[in-house]
DNA sequence: CTGTCAATTGAATGATTGTTCAATCATACC
DNA sequence: GGTATGATTGAACAATCATTCAATTGACAG
């Protein structure tokens, strides 16, 4: 039968591994990675890309929201849940309403960054 | 029992509707949105996060990207399916070898943005 | 042709995640 | 106090997705 067990390495890294050893070297911290890929993942559903597009333009409340988007007010809370976790939206309360905008500028511009490519 | 059934709507829409109806008016199309999210998502994965940030900085080949990541050959071959198919990288043939990078500075500029805001 | 190595691919598994439904909390009005 | 409404939360379900393992393709060397 003679199953060799492949060690999914290869035998020569590049040209001799320097070129493996400087990137492994620059590599981002675990740390970077990790906050980058959740920053990105929060941007990722289309739900909370509406969201945030929404509250881009005007301060909203949860039960607005649900009406923008067409979509559940329980949903719409879970994700804004998600989205205060990131601190990417900040809330006042009045009344029985809770009023949502984004905290500050710095997911604005990233956010805008990627329409701007979409749009090309 | 009166299990009254929830509607999930609100009576009132903020003041009376009007912000509702105009952000609802300036919402982004379907296809931004599902653009927009697919584009997140693709760099949303600490695996792909990495090998974006590896291909940056140096033209890899598949098994330069596996060692530098410390991951397995299929799993590169995986995200790199992705990648290629987000039209996020390219790659040239040589010998018994694939290299990659990446395939314009679009990405990078956004990549470099999330990067910019996660050091702060 | 045969054997080897880089890379791709498919199936299966385990984990993550978005939505729904129901219950609950908090505030305002009667 | 009791009721109605806006909002939050938890459990459950379905769907998505990243990784692993195994098999396969394509290219080169002997």
Do not use: W
Request: net charge positive; charged share 35%.
């Amino acid at each position: 039968m003679s199953v060799k067990k492949r060690d999914d390495t290869c035998a020569i890294k590049s040209v001799d591994g320097k070129k493996v050893a400087a990137v492994k070297k620059a590599m981002l911290t675990d740390e970077e990675v990790r906050d980058l890929s959740e920053t990105f993942s929060v941007l990722a559903d289309p739900t909370r890309t509406k969201i945030i597009y929404a509250l881009s333009k005007e301060e909203l409340c949860v039960c607005d929201i649900s009406g923008v988007l067409g979509i559940s007010i329980s949903a719409v809370s879970h994700q804004l849940r998600v989205l205060r976790n990131m601190r990417l939206v900040k809330f006042r309360k009045e009344a029985k309403m809770v009023f949502y905008s984004l905290d500050d500028g710095h997911i604005e511009r990233l956010f805008n960054e990627g329409l701007k490519h979409v749009r090309e």
